[in-house]
């Protein structure tokens, strides 16, 4: 699936490429690391390519997984600029009982910085990527292992609704899911590997346009079987 979804990219020679986490099912295997990077590094270089940690990479959100997976994969947190709007990255595993505490509250400070910083620089659109989606149904929701556990998630959407983020993007489910809080849109993509929608559904999921007034999605999708 993922060799068939590089050729699409390199067809399609999008802006950039966002992976919303778990490039390898098992935690720092050398095995399913070197065969993610195999592929992805077929990716044009004229592409870039973005990665954010899934659970799956970071396993408990320590400091000790945490360090292994900037080696590994880069920045666990960053932020980026396309075409007038703001990409703010976050490492949502660091809400997890075993995190590293003084992490989780770096990354809090980091990201008011960063969507400040954003209304500074006029971003048109605020786009905030995760690997765990924020809720799934509703805001208030109990915590579980789908979305974002309380009161991590509160603070957060109140952050993003008080910053007027448009959009946040996610992966984690194994299905597609769009739900909105606010003025806030909450995407998860579909995924690479195993679907858990009925039917399964396998694809890539793209932001085809990103303008100053508006953005345009774009998604593409093939079952198992087609791809």
């Known amino acids: 699936h993922f060799t068939r979804a590089v050729a699409t990219i390199n067809r399609l020679k999008p802006a950039f490429v966002l992976i919303c986490g778990d490039m390898t099912h ?3 295997d050398p095995t399913q690391i070197r065969a993610f990077w195999r592929v ?3 990716i044009s270089p004229d592409i870039p390519l973005r990665l954010l940690p899934g659970n799956h990479d970071v396993a408990g959100g320590t400091a000790a997984a ?4 900037r080696r590994l994969f880069g920045e666990d ?3 980026f600029s396309h075409n007038g709007s703001k990409f703010i990255v976050l490492n949502t595993s660091l809400f ?5 505490a003084a992490l989780r509250d770096g990354q809090r400070k980091w990201f008011e910085e960063e969507l400040s910083a954003a209304h500074a620089a006029g971003a048109n659109h605020i786009f905030v990527c995760s690997h765990h989606p924020w809720f ?3 805001p208030d929701e109990p915590g579980k292992y789908q979305n974002v556990p309380m009161p991590y998630r ?6 993003m609704n008080r910053h007027k983020v448009k959009y946040a993007l996610a992966g984690h489910l194994h299905y597609h899911l769009v739900v909105r809080n606010g003025g806030l849109t909450i995407v998860a993509g579909i995924p690479l590997s195993k679907s858990f929608a009925k039917p399964p559904v396998v694809g890539v999921t793209t932001v085809a346009e990103v303008t100053p007034a508006v953005v345009v999605k774009c998604q593409m999708s093939s ?3 087609a791809l």
């Open 26 to 28: 098992k935690p720092h």
């Open 40 to 42: 992805a590094r077929e």
């Open 66 to 69: 945490v360090k292994s997976y």
């Open 77 to 79: 947190r960053y932020s």
């Open 96 to 100: 997890g009982r075993s995190a590293d």
């Open 136 to 138: 799934l149904d509703s």
């Open 154 to 159: 509160q603070d957060y959407l109140e952050t």
């Open 223 to 225: 079952s198992p079987a």
